[in-house]
């Protein structure tokens, strides 16, 4: 079992920046990959960013390209998200995800999940 913790949401204003973190434990393999997804009330959940597990290949979201930044440091076992000019459509729950093998944006490829942590984005 593998287990994701994440932290570092909030409220924040439109324009402004969060890091979210997600720190894994237990059965973490040498080859997992990472993922960011991320659900608004109403909505179904989304892919946000994924990256490999040496950190060569990173996959983003149309809709955060050029704003978010997913990046990982296997010393610690932990995947950032780094935020930045939020908008309030990005009001979401986020969740992190992992996964054996390479990065991938399918939702349902993922194995482990953390429980989310909201970010909300006023205007």
């Known amino acids: 079992q593998v287990q994701l913790v994440e932290s570092g949401g909030g409220l924040v204003q439109a324009g402004g920046s969060l890091r979210l973190s997600c720190a894994a434990s237990?059965?973490?393999?040498?080859?997992?990959?990472m993922g960011w997804f991320r659900q608004a009330p109403g909505k179904e959940r989304e892919f946000v960013a994924a990256?490999?597990?040496?950190?060569?290949?990173?996959m983003h979201a149309l809709s955060v390209k050029g704003r978010f930044t997913i990046s990982r440091d296997n010393a610690k076992n932990t995947v950032l998200l780094q935020m930045n000019s939020l908008k309030p459509e990005d009001t979401a729950v986020y969740y992190c995800?992992?996964?054996?093998?390479?990065?991938?944006?399918?939702?349902?490829?993922?194995?482990?999940w953390g429980q989310g942590t909201q970010v909300t984005v006023s205007s």
């Open positions: 990256i490999s597990w040496g950190g060569r290949t990173t």
């Open positions: 995800a992992s996964k054996t093998g390479p990065a991938v944006t399918t939702e349902n490829l993922y194995d482990y």
């Open positions: 237990g059965r973490t393999s040498s080859n997992y990959a």
